[in-house]
T-cell receptor, first 114, second 112 residues
Framework: DTGVSQNPRHKITKRGQNVTFRCDPI?????LYWYRQTLGQGPEFLTY????????KSRLLSDRFSAERPKGSFSTLEIQRTEQGDSAMYLC????????????FGSGTRLTVV | AQSVTQLDSQVPVFEEAPVELRCNYS??????LFWYVQYPNQGLQLLLK??????LVESINGFEAEFNKSQTSFHLRKPSVHISDTAEYFC??????????FGKGTRLSVIA
């Protein structure tokens, strides 16, 4: 069990560019979650998957954001045409089925849009 | 929809003193409650959780939290804090099969 892995750890991009983050969950976990955390705030839910199916998307998630989880393994989160307001820590977490309410979080990807 | 209010954004406390971090939630249905801890430059770690049964739950490092349905609270307590407890603490709620909703966090600073 190597935990939840997120890459890259840091990303600096110019406004208007596209970025993609990757999350590798714990292998036996079938649920995968994306959250966003800004300074002084708690994690805000973005979206989650059960296996390869995307079950819920937050209203916070604009159409510039898209997430995939092909084959129910790793997941990617893409942000198109980045804006300065997208600067945040993007967190990925995984868990076993809904009976297991303890999420295991990765260390996050810190995005800075300049 | 569920929501969480953490009443204190920062709590300074001297080493070996007791501490209470307050958490109130709002939900129209039964909930499951969690405390997560985030040490400096690290990811969030589950500290303890209430799913059902005994309303008092404990962590391995001396923290405890009590679920109070009538007060809609899940306050976190420790009778004697250590320098190593300095961290950000997040309360979170889920209504069964829904993703966790987090509070804004409480920064605990333990002073030597």
């Amino acid at each position: 069990d190597t935990g939840v892995s997120q890459n890259p750890r840091h990303k600096i991009t110019k406004r208007g560019q596209n970025v993609t983050f990757r999350c590798d969950p714990i292998s036996e976990h079938n649920r995968l979650y994306w959250y966003r955390q800004t300074l002084g705030q708690g994690p805000e839910f973005l979206t989650y998957f059960q296996n390869e199916a995307q079950l819920e998307k937050s209203r916070l998630l604009s159409d510039r954001f898209s997430a995939e989880r092909p084959k129910g393994s790793f997941s990617t989160l893409e942000i198109q045409r980045t804006e300065q307001g997208d600067s945040a820590m993007y967190l990925c977490a995984s868990s076993l089925d809904f009976k297991d309410y303890g999420y295991t979080f990765g260390s996050g990807t810190r995005l800075t849009v300049v | 929809a569920q929501s969480v209010t953490q009443l204190d954004s920062q709590v300074p406390v001297f080493e070996e003193a007791p501490v209470e971090l307050r958490c109130n939630y709002s939900s129209s249905v039964s909930v499951y409650l969690f405390w997560y801890v985030q040490y400096p430059n690290q990811g969030l770690q589950l500290l303890l959780k209430y799913l059902s049964g005994s309303t008092l739950v404990e962590s391995i490092n001396g923290f405890e939290a009590e679920f109070n349905k009538s007060q809609t609270s899940f306050h976190l307590r420790k009778p004697s804090v250590h320098i190593s407890d300095t961290a950000e603490y997040f309360c979170a709620v889920s209504a069964g099969n829904t993703p966790l909703v987090f509070g804004k966090g409480t920064r605990l600073s333990v002073i030597a």
